[in-house]
């Protein structure tokens, strides 16, 4: 089913403890569309990128079946920039420098050939960007996922408050769910994030994995344990494409459904940090995909015997 | 089939942030055998207490096939005391006294009557006194599982090594897998302590569950989300105690069954925590255990579609 991913493209500046890149492809709707485009294709993606944007990465996405005609470039602009340093736990990590660039002036328009999309996800942006997206769609989504982050919360808190009631899952990690609802309790914190309106939330626990939240449900999914985290950018994004990329192939959005796209989500995400940046996400085959998952069942596979 | 239970049985003061309790009964052992019981008995206790030790939790723990002969009683000494203070997250703690009492002459002399047991359980103690023991045991029994702390890494390496050697399973968290093996990566610290002796590792994230490592392969338990960790004192042992409890019971140490075990030490711990000490366990029934195993079965349960 259709596919459309809002979100940014952008260039990343990363340290990490196994060495440094000074300026490598990023951006939340890149890393989506890179896992998704393992699942369905095409995928209608939404961005605004500058002239430096690589001609080369654009013929990549547009080769995984990504349409451009909503992702707008400013020729004489600059994309989006953000440079961060991981520590050793890979879990913790400084901003270093944020530059908007393009993204500051970034007020996407949806083309008529985007409409009708059944699946849509939202990826980290300002939530007036993520509303606007949402009241430009001609009919309602099937599914409408959204990521955030704990800046919108301190500097947009009602405008977030209203995206998130217009969605039917939203995506945090464990320290914003906690900002988010004010309670520690990760179980009372979900609570009363449902009660702001989505159906489902899914609370990221980086090394530690997943809980997918519905009604009084949960369902808690593993990180693959791995030798080394070498990179954790874009895991997160990479996650959400391919839960939702997963989701649109099936094209089905019940519990059960999302408890298996949480695990092709995982997938994903521990292809995602095994390199930097998004270099091992343009690699994936169809059979690594397969033996990705294989790993995950094998990992949570056991039988009770009385 | 017979299990052997060494451990210590305490009072224990506790500071959580729902409360406080100025002397509750505690220790390895206690916490070790009150899990064990629902799986199996009789089991052959092994500790040392002082003339303080209430008669009462004696004569409970009888109730449910826990045998004394191997519980050295000084008459007029005082029974090991610990006190602890737990922080928000519950992960942490500082502890405020230990006052070792009659473990300071802890000379275990395991009782003819407690030979050829095919189980055995080393819970926390002097990595000598564990030495002693399995040095005092006539039979190699089937599974030996080891439990220790940073505490013994900081005084007693050179014993904690050879304690490990002597052991098919080490049972540690995920910060004492680090310092044990210098190695930051989970995966890597497992096979250093691999390498050291034992071929089964457990290792212990608290509220994000436990990892269990054999050969090339990995088993990942997630904990239940609980709205309420109350008190986590006892979690590990309790955890150890279900675990080895559950083995015995099936008399079997495959890998296959190990993770069911893990699955079932998950399940007892969760309940463990919901209370202060080791009330809670107290008050088990068989339906509590199916029920919990049940939830663990749901939190982990997913199913593929193409």
Redesign the interface.
């Known amino acids: 089913m259709s596919l459309l991913i809002i979100g940014t493209m952008a260039f990343d500046a990363l340290e990490t403890p196994f060495g440094k890149v000074d300026r490598i492809i990023g951006g939340s709707a890149t890393y989506a569309a890179w896992a998704a485009s393992n699942f369905t294709q095409p995928i209608k993606q939404v961005s605004i990128i500058g002239g430096d944007f690589p001609q080369e990465e654009i013929a990549a996405l547009e080769a995984r079946g990504v349409a451009f005609e909503g992702v707008e470039v400013v020729p004489d602009g600059k994309s989006f920039f953000w440079s961060g340093r991981y520590h ?2 890979m879990n913790t990590r400084d901003t270093l420098v944020t530059d908007l660039n393009v993204l500051a002036q970034f007020d996407p328009k949806i083309p008529e050939s985007y409409q009708g999309c059944d699946y849509v996800m939202l990826g980290n942006l300002a939530p007036a960007v993520q509303i606007s997206v949402l009241e430009q769609l001609k009919k309602r989504p099937k599914l409408i996922i959204m990521d955030t982050m704990n800046f919108w919360m301190d500097i947009a808190m009602d405008d977030l408050r209203k995206a998130i009631g217009m969605v039917d899952l939203l995506m945090v990690n464990d320290s914003e769910a906690r900002q988010l609802s004010g309670e ?5 914190a979900a609570k009363k994030i449902q009660a702001m309106g989505p159906k489902y939330l899914i609370i990221k ?1 980086g ?3 997943a ?1 997918l939240f519905y009604e009084g ?6 990180a693959l ?5 070498f990179d954790p950018t874009g895991a997160g994004d990479t996650f959400a494409g391919g839960f939702i990329g997963y989701l649109a192939r ?1 094209n ?1 959005t019940s519990f ?2 999302m ?2 796209a ?3 989500g995982s997938a994903m995400a521990s292809y995602c940090v095994e390199k930097f940046g998004p270099t091992r996400m343009k690699e994936l085959t169809p059979a690594d995909v397969d033996s990705r ?1 294989k790993e995950f ?10």
Chains 1, 2 share one sequence.
């Not at 520690?184 to 009372?188: E, F, H, Q, T």
């Not at 344990?225 to 985290?229: F, K, Q």
């Open positions: 050793m736990d520690y309790s990760i179980v009372k626990k090394e530690h994995g809980l449900k949960i369902f808690s999914a593993p344990p791995l030798e080394e985290v099936i089905d059960e459904s408890k298996a949480v695990i092709m998952v069942i094998s990992l949570m596979d056991f039988n009770i015997q009385n």
